[in-house]
Each structure stands twice: as C-alpha cells, then as structure tokens.
Nanobody, 124 residues
Framework: QLQAFGGGLVQLGGSLRLSCAASGGAFRGYTLAWFRQTTGKEREFVAGIRWPNSNTLYQDSVKGRFTISRDNVKSTLYLQMNNLQPEDTAVYYC???????????????????WGQGTLVTVSS
C-alpha cells in the first residue's frame, strides 16, 4: 500500500517535497516512480528510481528542478520539487512495481501499485 502526501498551494518559483510512504512490502525490491495528471489529460511520468542501484530517470521538463530519492529504511519515496511552474500543477501519484525494464519506466501500465494522489497547485 502506498500513501502520498505533501502537496499544497505554492507560489511560482517555490518548492515542495512530496512523500510516499509504503507499507505491506511494496518498497524494497521495487522500482518506484512519480506520475502526475491534470483534468482531461493522460497520466504522465515525472521521475523514476530503480532498485537496487537507485538509477534515476526524469521527464525532460522537470530535469534540474525535481529530484527523486528513496529511503529504504523508512520505506519512503520522495520528490523534491524546486522552481515550480504553473504547468507543474497536477495531482501527483506515486507508483511501485517489480521486474520492469528501463524502457518501460515511464509507462503507467507497467506499475502494479499506486498511491491515492496528492494535489500540487502552483499559483502565478
């Protein structure tokens, strides 16, 4: 089970850190990712982090601004978001899966488990 939290309202250029707490075993051994979705659009990949080497992958639009990380002791996934822009406004979801190939890291259907989503709103 995954539970995402940390969203909120932030001004243009501000920062937020999202967290995703895992329980029931869906953490160690799992590749983890953040996706986001706005009304009427498909869920899009934001960032992913592999197990066990913690290699990361980012969507081009967030490179240099967002950082994904994982704490395997606390079973928590993080997304540090800096220099937030209005186009970052969305519901953010965390996801977990096993046995995923690198080229499928950004494909939503590749993930077995999903958190409930947390809303990030960037005001200009």
């Amino acid at each position: 089970q995954l539970q995402a939290f940390g969203g909120g309202l932030v001004q243009l250029g501000g920062s937020l850190r999202l967290s995703c707490a895992a329980s029931g075993g869906a953490f160690r051994g799992y590749t983890l990712a953040w996706f986001r979705q706005t009304t009427g659009k498909e869920r899009e990949f934001v960032a992913g982090i592999r197990w066990p080497n913690s290699n990361t992958l980012y969507q081009d639009s967030v490179k240099g601004r967002f950082t994904i990380s994982r704490d395997n002791v606390k079973s928590t996934l993080y997304l540090q978001m800096n220099n937030l822009q209005p186009e970052d406004t969305a519901v953010y979801y965390c996801a977990a899966t096993t046995n995923i190939i690198w080229s499928n890291l950004g494909v939503p259907s590749s993930y077995k488990y999903w958190g409930q989503g947390t809303l990030v709103t960037v005001s200009s």
